[in-house]
């Protein structure tokens, strides 16, 4: 259960009231997630009508970032993407403070994670991409992804000292694989601006078979559009058990993304790449939250060699 600091009630219920959202009828902490503290809210507002909500606490992030992923995320919203809407205040803030924490509330979004997706859920999924792509490509804000190539360059060396030489010489020449792709023209001509990137299976909900939504934007940041649908095609379109991809679901989940913005030429001749960069992000954030855990009690960790097999999958296939 990700709940790393208490709230109570009563004090759930005052941020509601500054809101102006109404009653809170029940509080609950959240099962799941890793990085943040989440408390689902049962509210009665003022017209009678019950809402559910998504109380955030943010244990990692500090109150300088998160208005570029709150804003997103109420920007996406606007524009009908079903993402979940920060609440604002009376004069108009998203982003709040409970117990000395940023924090934030939005609407909970209904279904369930799909956990064994089949080409239909990825189909959705696709479309939903490529229609998010869009409709931030006129988001004001920036903010780079801080998972991206810097982040890899500053925590390989951390990590480093704790694998095999085989392990080491694949994530050593894998990061200069990436350093040099960075330099290269054609990497800059590929289009960009703020993307999910961390747009995981446990990250959307179905009804049915029916995608209702995309949560968790908070490792969201301006990156290529490639290396955000190839985030997606390494978790949603990978057999778990082999780490391989599968080819009916990579094919639905491209197939759906094209029919709204098709890839061009060069990020066709760089998926392979990406595909690779993708695979090697989520490794070492699995390996730096593996042997370097900032508070043991605060974090779950991810299993690293899921990632490992991945990015060796990515390899073979190039
Ligand atoms: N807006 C939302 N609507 C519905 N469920 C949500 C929403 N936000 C979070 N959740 C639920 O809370 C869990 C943890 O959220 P998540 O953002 O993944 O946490 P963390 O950032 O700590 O990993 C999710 O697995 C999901 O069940
Ligand atoms: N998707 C990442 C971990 C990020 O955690 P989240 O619960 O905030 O999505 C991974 O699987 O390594």
New binding site residues.
């Given amino acids: 259960m990700?709940v790393y600091t208490e709230v109570t009630p009563a004090q759930a219920a005052a941020l509601l009231q500054q809101l102006g959202l109404g009653e809170l009828l029940e509080l609950r902490g959240?099962?799941?997630?890793?990085?943040?503290?989440?408390y689902?809210a049962s509210v009665q507002a003022p017209d009678g009508a019950r809402h559910e909500y998504?109380l955030?606490l943010f244990?990692r992030l500090g109150f300088e970032q998160l208005p570029f992923y709150l804003c997103l995320m109420q920007h996406l919203a606007a524009k009908g993407i079903p993402v979940?809407n920060p609440a604002p205040d009376a004069s108009g803030q998203i982003l709040h403070r409970l117990l000395g924490k940023p924090a934030a509330l939005?609407?909970?979004?209904?279904?369930q994670?799909v956990l064994a997706p089949h080409p239909a859920h990825c189909a959705q999924l696709g479309t939903l991409l490529a229609r998010m792509h869009l409709a931030a490509l006129d988001y004001p804000r920036q903010q780079p992804n801080l998972r991206g190539l810097a982040w890899w360059n500053q925590t390989a060396p951390e990590v480093l000292p704790h694998l095999s030489p085989a392990q080491a010489a694949l994530l050593r020449s894998e990061l200069a694989l990436q350093n040099e792709l960075a330099q290269q023209p054609r990497y800059h001509s590929l289009p960009r601006g703020p993307v999910h990137a961390d747009l995981f299976r446990?990250?959307a909900?179905f009804e049915g078979d029916r995608l209702t939504?995309v949560?968790?934007f908070?490792f969201a940041g301006c990156d290529t559009w490639l290396f955000d649908l190839s985030v997606a095609l390494n978790d949603w379109c990978i057999d778990l058990a082999s780490g391989q991809p599968d080819a009916s679901r990579s094919h639905a989940l491209l197939t759906a993304y094209q029919n709204l913005r098709p890839l061009s030429a060069a990020e066709h001749e760089l998926l392979p790449l990406l595909l690779r960069a993708a695979a090697l992000r989520f490794w070492l954030s699995r390996l730096w939250d593996w042997y370097l855990p900032r508070d043991a009690a605060m974090l779950v960790p991810h299993d690293p060699t899921h990632f490992e097999r991945v990015l060796c999958a990515r390899v073979a296939h190039a």
């Fill in positions: 990700a959240c099962p799941g997630g890793i990085e943040n503290t989440n689902f998504v955030t244990e979940p939005v609407n909970k979004l209904p279904g994670s446990d990250n909900l939504g949560f968790d908070y």
